[in-house]
């Protein structure tokens, strides 16, 4: 699953691997745009938070909540058209909590060519909680419960 490496306009970029598959696919309008006409960062984070969220919620097999944002890189502009797409793994399970990795890709689609650019990368941690949203532990992945 390591991603591969192209060049596009002398600019060496990473792109997905091939059977990778995103946990979330959007694409931002107008109304989602800063005071400089591309993408406001807030919609890409809001966007990161969710797409997160989903391999933690499968991993801790119920609800889970941010705690953390431990780090977030924008690398390139997001723009009105483009295709993005939100890959988003597991890298640690803790007692409680659980940190994802996402990385944000944007499929160019105004000028009609093919180009991909990487263009978010983040860490964030997420907590499993019970239903009065405590912390609750995550069941190991048989879904068993650690002692
Ligand atoms: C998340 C929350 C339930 C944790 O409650 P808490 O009493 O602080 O829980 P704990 O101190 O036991 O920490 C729980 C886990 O989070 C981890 N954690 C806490 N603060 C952290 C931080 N700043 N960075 C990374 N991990 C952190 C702890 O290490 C622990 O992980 P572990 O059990 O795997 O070792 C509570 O802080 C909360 O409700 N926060 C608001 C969540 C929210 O509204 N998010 C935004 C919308 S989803």
Not at 62 to 90: M, Q
Not at 114 to 124: C, F, M, R
């Amino acid at each position: 699953m390591s991603p591969q490496e192209c060049v596009s306009d002398n600019r060496a970029m990473t792109i997905p691997a091939a059977d990778r598959q995103p946990v979330l696919r959007i694409v931002p309008m107008p109304a989602d745009t800063n005071a400089h006409g591309t993408i406001f960062g807030g919609w890409v984070m809001a966007q990161v938070d969710i797409a997160g969220s989903i391999p933690a919620w499968e991993r801790a097999q119920g609800p889970v909540v941010t705690v953390a944002v431990n780090s977030f890189v924008f690398k390139e502009p997001v723009f009105v058209g483009d295709i993005v797409s939100f890959y988003a793994r597991v890298l640690k399970v803790g007692r409680t909590s659980i940190t994802v990795d996402v990385e944000v890709f944007a499929h160019r689609g105004r000028t009609g060519t093919k180009e991909v650019v990487k263009v978010t990368e983040a860490q964030l941690t997420y907590v499993a909680v019970d239903e009065h949203r405590q912390p609750r532990v995550v069941p190991d992945s048989a879904g068993g419960i650690k002692a």
